[in-house]
């Protein structure tokens, strides 16, 4: 079998008969793809650490019919201060599930993978999960193609000036009430949450780290992008949903 070495950041993992595990691999070099590690459920396995949930790593993989095998591997980061927090592995589990659910198989973008794993990093040392999160959403909806319209009405194109802004998840971003009736969708929101969105969509990890929105802000960015979500993906992913348990409980 043809064999090849990637990058990669794991997704979801399934476990498979007694032994095994399905793993889906999001890797820098071919995109999204399935793969099975065979054995890595023994105890002595050296697949193991390859196969725990964001796992980053370099991968040998075997081309398969049906699935691709991982037959080496080396792991570069297993995060554990993110696994030793339990509202770092939600917001990290949000951000893996969210990439499986936004993207098509095969189809590679270095960018996106840098980006996952900045974010990843970011988890690691410390900072705000709720920025790194925010921050995240609005770069991936953007590099899937639904890039939100913040400068200027999605309808009209006037300029936003006003102090308190509106947003529409169901037409794509902030809209004016003078070009129409608003949208059934329509949220109202600070022009500093606003302006904190426009920061963070073309952030690096310096500035996403260096960010220090108030807590108004990221209730109406978390409250914005989950809406945005739910109406692209058409249903609410379970680990926002614990995302937003945990929050409740505090």
Same mark, same amino acid.
Request: proline letters at 10%.
């Given at each position: 079998m043809p064999v090849y070495r990637a990058n990669a950041i794991v997704l979801r993992r399934t476990n498979l008969g007694e032994t095994d595990r399905i793993l889906t691999l999001y890797t820098r070099e071919h995109g999204r793809l399935s793969a099975i590690a065979k054995g890595s459920r023994r105890p002595a396995s050296r697949l193991a650490g390859a196969t725990e949930l964001f796992n980053f790593g370099r991968y040998l993989l075997a081309t398969g019919k049906s699935l691709d095998v991982v037959t080496q591997s080396e792991t570069r980061e297993s995060f554990p201060n993110i696994r030793a927090d339990l509202n770092r592995i939600a917001y990290a589990i949000y951000i893996v599930e969210l990439v499986n659910e936004t993207i098509e198989d095969r189809e590679p973008n270095p960018d996106l993978f840098d980006t996952i794993l900045s974010c990843m990093y970011l988890l690691e040392g410390g900072? &705000?999960?709720? +920025?790194?999160?925010?921050?995240? #959403?609005?770069? @991936?909806?953007?590099?899937?193609?639904?890039?939100? %319209? @913040? #400068?200027?009405?999605? %309808?009209?194109?006037?300029?936003?000036?006003?102090?308190?802004?509106?947003?529409?998840?169901?037409?794509?971003? +902030?809209?004016?009430?003078?070009?129409?009736?608003?949208?059934? &969708?329509?949220?109202?929101?600070h022009h500093e949450t606003l302006d904190t969105m426009k920061a963070l969509l073309n952030a690096e990890a310096a500035q996403i780290r260096d960010s220090r929105p108030s807590e108004r802000t990221l209730d109406e960015m978390a409250n914005v992008m989950r809406w945005y979500i739910r109406y692209r993906l058409e249903r609410e992913l379970k680990s926002s949903e614990f995302i937003q348990a945990l929050k409740a409980g505090r």
């Open positions: 900072v &705000d999960p709720e +920025v790194v999160t925010r921050a995240f #959403e609005l770069q @991936l909806m953007a590099a899937s193609g639904y890039r939100p %319209r @913040l #400068e200027s009405c999605a %309808r009209c194109g006037t300029p936003t000036s006003t102090q308190k802004v509106n947003f529409s998840p169901s037409i794509g971003g +902030v809209v004016c009430g003078q070009c129409g009736p608003l949208p059934e &969708d329509t949220m109202t929101i």
